[in-house]
């Protein structure tokens, strides 16, 4: 334990803002991206499993951007994807936040319940509730 010499004198450190200084900028924000979630991509990999030990696919892609998540199929590499697994949140009201889309871009089927949703890829698939 160290005791103090009353001789010693106090320091104390406050901290002053001045008129002349500039204020410090707002933290930025950083960006919120939405991405899918465990059960989702529990959902996905399981039909992506399926059909690569078909034969049928081989590589996907995952982005994760500002308004939506997505999961692109291919066949080959380096191609445009096979299909397109999409999650849109600020679609959840209205015609639902999943979508799969198919290499010319046409919508195949859109929905609320994801497990339904990718039906349209594999309907051998067994919903489980």
């Known amino acids: 334990m160290h005791s103090r010499n009353p001789n010693d004198k106090a320091v104390s450190l406050a901290l002053v803002h001045t008129a002349h200084e500039a204020p410090q900028p707002a933290p930025t924000k950083v960006p919120a991206i939405v991405a899918f979630d465990r059960r989702e991509l529990a959902l ?3 039909v992506y499993g399926r059909k690569v030990a078909q034969g049928d696919w081989r590589d996907y892609a995952m982005d994760f951007l ?3 998540a997505v999961f692109s199929v291919y066949a080959r590499v380096s191609e445009r994807p096979l299909f397109i697994i999409e999650k849109t949140p600020r679609l959840r009201n209205r ?3 999943y979508a799969v ?3 010319q871009g046409r919508i195949l089927k ?3 319940e ?3 949703v990718l039906r349209v890829l594999d309907p051998d ?3 489980v509730g």
């Open 95 to 97: 015609q639902g936040q």
């Open 101 to 103: 889309t198919n290499q």
């Open 125 to 127: 698939l067994v919903v």
């Open 114 to 116: 994801l497990s339904l």
């Open 44 to 46: 996905i990999l399981n």
């Open 66 to 68: 500002k308004e939506r």
């Open 110 to 112: 859109r929905g609320h």
